[in-house]
């Protein structure tokens, strides 16, 4: 597939510095990129490679001046690279239809143009949307329903009586519905307290490859419209997570406790359970949340404190020894002092 | 189902405080409950919520005094909610019969009344006990044992010669088995040291979604009855975990090392290989464990300190910054002084 | 199988003190060897065992001195035991051939002497080496190829166009190629960056049970040569880990960052994208790398501090509420001493 240049400029909303004419034939990075490719650069640091690429054309944000080579300028060229491969590298979906080698229940709801891998089980009264893709070794539990367009990569489980909404993405590996971690203490042991509550998943999620999702105890694990999440993470049984926020890979949310919308969680970061996280909240790689967080803020550290209160004393942790020493032979000294003071007294 | 609150009351050996003859058909969460339902008040700043719930009836502990609504009354809310609420969602097993979409070695020795769905393979030797449900996608490698009413999930598996005692309930994508991390250099070149010993799991462990136990380089991992794992926890091979513990979310033991009984490791914990952790220990979330831990006490830190310690300590951490300008003014207006008490003492 | 003394000598390059002709029929832990197998002390720390075990012979090293019982002393002990353990437990590869209940593209490129169990699924113009073993539930996505006697576990998915090594490991639940985590806001929405690059395994790389290594967004993530990754350790797009480095247990890699060879991250380490680790570092655990670290050293703490820099600094940490608490006084009693000083100044 080829484009011209002004043709992508149309796509993604910005203006071709230089012949607008020319093909392109596909995207790469910028120390990749080949004759008849598009490039980007995204950040500043980076744009002394402009001359240097091989690319016949590079994105770039408006504050770049002319150059040699053609240029489309945007607002945001990152953005636009994404907008730009997407054009070039999306297929049309193509139904493959249901593979006898899989294992549907009779009492299963199917849509269209479905594309059903060998070894996917489907159980009794699931309900499969149009045009949804389930691969090998994927399992539906009974009464679970996916959306539209959804697709299941190799080896997903969901658990019984799950919902997916549309244009759902989720990769290899990830479990939905799973018990929620309860017991309770009678003596030493430990009884379990029954996982009858479901898991919702709304449309446009996408979830990482080996992610958990617990089912509730009682009502629902919500995971909120445009919800994107990354490998590994573990989500507890009640937990919320509001629209449109971002889980980095291997973070934990503990029981009930409700994130916000338009949140960032970065890689690693723990959540205790019952609390609540406000909107567009951003926390720090490998914190610990223990209280609620405040919406529209910066937090890091483990306790979370607010990022520049955190930055500001993480600085000093190196000095301590040297802070500990400076204070000890002040005090020493500051002894001699007090004696010398008060000998003096003693003398007058 | 409907049960009369009364018979609830002896269920769980409790008080009913008012009408004992109302039915009650579920059990629910205080805001949600509707008329015909128990629901339940285990942490007191919820008492408020008593006289606006729909439920029918709560479950209570003694000390709260009488209400309109019939109240249950007990030692421990939260066990007798529990154990209600397994009365209400519990099904009697049903054997699904041995699907012949399964896979089962010819030398496996098989239980009465089993669960085996499509896709599940079973290797030479294995012995499955009575009861024991086996979802599509589970693996049991040859030479392993499952003991009666035991429960592998969708897409468990289980790696030849591994032990799993009765009623275990492994979550799906769980691995036992797989082998040990364990090499040694020669030069840069890292010599996979064989992993030739087992896994054993004892009666009633449950363990959660795609977490892994690998199997002993030599000798056994061992996981003692009634330990209860969450999702996403790494045991490393020759760990042994003592009966009754609590493993939380993405916990991480590393080789050797041994967990007494009734431990709880919170959540994303880290510990070290080769060392002890005493019975009843708690380590707090985040932690790092890297020495032996004595019995009967509360860690938390990374590194771990007795946790009073640790939250003295984290208290003045943000007080850092101040701290050390505080120091080096006092530095520097102490050696002012000791200028002038000096020149003073020159002025004699 | 039963080997000479004087035989396992030869094999491991080492010097027997005693009985070389002394038949060896296995290796076991020093605690729990039985008369006729062979075990091994690495750790001075275990030589009082040395002469309460059962075994009929022990792997030392050279320093220790003569003992009634025959004795192989070699240069590094633990190599020395992987190297007999590996003898001893080595079975040679038998074909079991290709199951019938697998699913194999027509248009795969198939290898001799292969082990495809059931419920297998390779795809379209798929590779597959000689003597490669895929057990139950395996996943290879089209257009990939696996090298000579490599090993993939049960439920293992490989996404699209990965390319593996020969004599690569892959344990049960592991993920590669799935997508990396890119996206860009445009508002508040998500929108998705492709992913279509690819990941490539090189030779003799073993993965960990439940690891993830997601597919670069343009070009490749590498693994190579050598590289041994523990269980659950996320791998994010366009990372390169480097030949014979060891990743250990939860350790996340973000983005497009770097890593060395013979590097060592130990358990739950975290790092950044967009940055390098030099060769030969050693980074402890739960550490946070979010910056560049130079070769040949050792770093830990969140964020990491070099070795020794850290060690100091934690130390002083549990003293800190004693710290403030002397500081808090000297200031208050430096104040006194000043207003002392002062007034007496204004005396004269």
């Not at 309860?182 to 709304?202: A, L, M, S, T």
């Not at 190196?318 to 000294?333: D, F, G, H």
Request: proline content about 4%.
């Amino acid at each position: 597939m080829n484009r011209k240049l002004r043709e992508l400029a149309e796509w993604v909303n910005g203006k071709v510095v230089g012949d607008g004419e020319i093909n392109i034939s596909g995207v790469a990075a910028i120390d990749e990129a080949k004759e008849g490719e598009i490039t980007f650069i995204a950040n500043p640091k980076y744009l002394p490679k402009l001359d240097q690429t091989c690319a016949s054309a590079v994105i770039v944000s408006h504050e770049v001046s002319q150059r040699e080579k053609p240029l489309l300028c945007v607002d945001n060229p990152y953005l636009a690279f994404a907008k730009i491969l997407t054009l070039f590298s999306q297929n049309p979906y193509q139904s493959r239809g249901i593979d006898p080698h899989s294992w549907i229940s009779s009492t299963a709801t199917l849509g269209e143009e479905l594309t059903i891998y060998p070894f996917v089980y489907i159980g009794d009264r699931c309900s499969i949307g149009d045009r949804v893709t389930l691969y090998p070794g994927v399992h539906v539990g009974e009464g679970s329903s996916i959306g539209e367009e959804s697709i299941l990569y190799p080896n997903v489980s969901i658990y019984p009586g799950t919902i997916i909404g549309r244009r759902v993405i989720l990769h290899s590996g990830v479990v939905v519905g799973s018990d929620g971690f309860g017991y309770v203490k009678e003596g030493k042991r430990n009884v379990k307290i029954p996982q009858v509550g479901g898991v919702e998943i709304e449309d446009d999620v996408e979830i990482g490859a080996n992610t958990t999702i617990d089912r509730a105890t009682l009502g629902k694990t919500i995971i909120r419209k445009g919800v994107k999440i990354d490998n590994l993470v573990q989500v507890a049984h009640n937990v919320i997570i509001g629209e449109d926020s971002i889980i980095v890979a291997q973070v934990g949310i503990s029981g009930s406790t409700k994130i916000g919308s338009n949140v960032t969680l970065a890689g690693q970061v723990g959540v205790v359970g019952h609390i609540e996280i406000g909107d567009n909240v951003m926390v720090g790689a490998q914190s610990g949340v223990a209280h609620d967080l405040e919406a529209n803020q910066g937090y890091v550290g483990s306790p979370a404190l607010p990022h520049r209160e955190f930055l500001r004393a993480i600085t000093v942790f190196p000095k301590l020894p040297e802070m500990r020493k400076t204070l000890l032979e002040i005090e020493r000294r500051f002894k001699k002092i007090e004696e010398a003071l008060s000998s003096k007294g003693k003398e007058k």
